[in-house]
């Protein structure tokens, strides 16, 4: 079995923003950032995250968040990727994953936690993602067996300190 691909939450995400059935909101301190909370399966809590096209009805950039646990006793959000495939490689996620960095750091701050961790985990076949995880998150891999598939991956763990937004 297979890592979760994002490309289809993504996709999916289209199709019911298309149909008019999402609640979205502005995202505060951001140029065209959007984001949509909803309870994909009991007790989890998504937070996604999108750039839109300039009449609301197509993304450019997709990036999903759930708390992940803690780490040493410090929260940690899971998050993950997609951008259609026309516009890869144009930089819109990298720059779209990075505000969402800021704004999950900021968030955590405000309730009073001083670091906050930011995981992502990539199939090892998928090497465009590990690319972009590294340019990103710019810290050493480690291997890992992903728990939902079973399959081969390596995930990135990047500490982070809410009251200066830097990474550790």
Known sequence: ??????????????????????????????DNLFSHIDEPSL??????????????QSVI????????????????????????????NQGPAKQLLRDVIKEKVYQAGQMGNSNLFIKHAVDVANIESQRFAEAIL???????TNAASGSSAFRYTAKFDTSTGLKL
């Open 61 to 88: 950039a997709f990036v999903s968040c759930v708390i992940n646990g803690q780490v040493d006793g410090i929260p940690c959000v899971s998050v993950r990727y997609a951008v259609p495939k026309h516009l890869r």
């Open 138 to 144: 710019n810290i050493p891999r480690e291997s890992i």
């Open 1 to 30: 079995m297979q890592m979760a691909d994002p490309h289809e939450g993504m996709v999916s995400f289209q199709k019911a923003l298309q149909a008019g059935i999402l609640d979205t909101g502005p995202v505060r301190n951001f």
């Open 43 to 56: 007790g989890t809590i998504r937070l996604t995250y999108v750039r839109l096209t300039q009449d609301y």
